[in-house]
């Protein structure tokens, strides 16, 4: 196996520790900080499987999560709404560096589920377009 077909099973790996902390009731702060801290890693390894998907199966290069968001658009992979959701996705992330402000991190983690929803769709497309 190669490492274009291996990494969407890495990558649905993160995303599945990730779902386990989106949807709780009253989370507690460190059950929050680490959805939030799941949702980073979750948001690399899914734009790192896409970059690599990209430039395997579609030969375009994208050396930045928003580049290859766009290549993903791009390529068909989603439509431009869905584009412009993970264009969000990606600001979150790098707003993630603030989560120690209580209530950006309150208002991050409201958030997380629909992240969630969107970073598998992203993922089972690629997988779908390997298999």
Known sequence: MDRVE??????LKALITFEKLVNLPSPSDVERDAAI???EYTFETAW???QVYLA???LLESASP???????FKAGIFDE???EKIMGIANDRNLTVHTYKEEFAIQLYSRLS???A?????????????T
Not at 118 to 130: D, P, V
């Open 6 to 11: 291996e990494l969407p099973g890495f990558a």
């Open 37 to 39: 801290q799941r949702f």
């Open 48 to 50: 790192k499987t896409a």
């Open 56 to 58: 395997d199966r579609e």
């Open 66 to 72: 928003k580049g290859v968001i766009r290549g993903c």
């Open 81 to 83: 709404e869905t584009a």
């Open 114 to 116: 629909h992240h969630a």
């Open 118 to 130: 969107l970073l598998r769709r992203w993922l089972m497309e690629i997988q779908k377009r390997i």
